[in-house]
Nanobody
Framework: VQLVESGGGSVQAGGSLRLSCIAS????????VGWFRQAPGKYLEFVAG????????VYADSVKRRFTISRDNAKSTVYLEMNRLKMGGTGKYYC??????????????????WGKGTQVTVSS
């Protein structure tokens, strides 16, 4: 399984970025996907997750009402729209794919596959 993220970059605080993650063919169906991030010197942090149907979505409290996760199953792609970015949003963002049946979860151990990450830098 391959997960390839893109869309990272540098942005000023208050700005926006849209991350994308494309999964290798045949690995997207019926599986929850999401995003984690790791800021320099900090632990890995759950950001958002979405179920296969898109009906169930969860966000970290720190990004609610600013970030939007979505997926296009026909394209095997998951997106993370990030608005009103804050300095604390700096870090490497990882696309994740859950275990079958894991549902939508904030728990790191319930995600089986991880991308290599894309860097987001938020400056003042």
């Amino acid at each position: 399984v391959q997960l390839v993220e893109s869309g990272g970059g540098s942005v000023q605080a208050g700005g926006s970025l849209r991350l994308s993650c494309i999964a290798s063919a045949g690995t997207f169906r019926s599986i929850g996907v999401g995003w984690f991030r790791q800021a320099p010197g900090k632990y890995l942090e759950f950001v958002a997750g979405v179920s296969w149907t898109g009906v169930s979505i969860v966000y970290a409290d720190s990004v609610k009402r600013r970030f939007t996760i979505s997926r296009d199953n026909a394209k095997s792609t998951v997106y993370l729209e990030m608005n009103r970015l804050k300095m604390g949003g700096t870090g490497k963002y990882y696309c994740v794919r859950g275990f079958p049946g894991a549902g939508t979860t904030r728990t790191r151990l319930k995600y089986k596959d991880w991308g290599k990450g894309t860097q987001v830098t938020v400056s003042s």
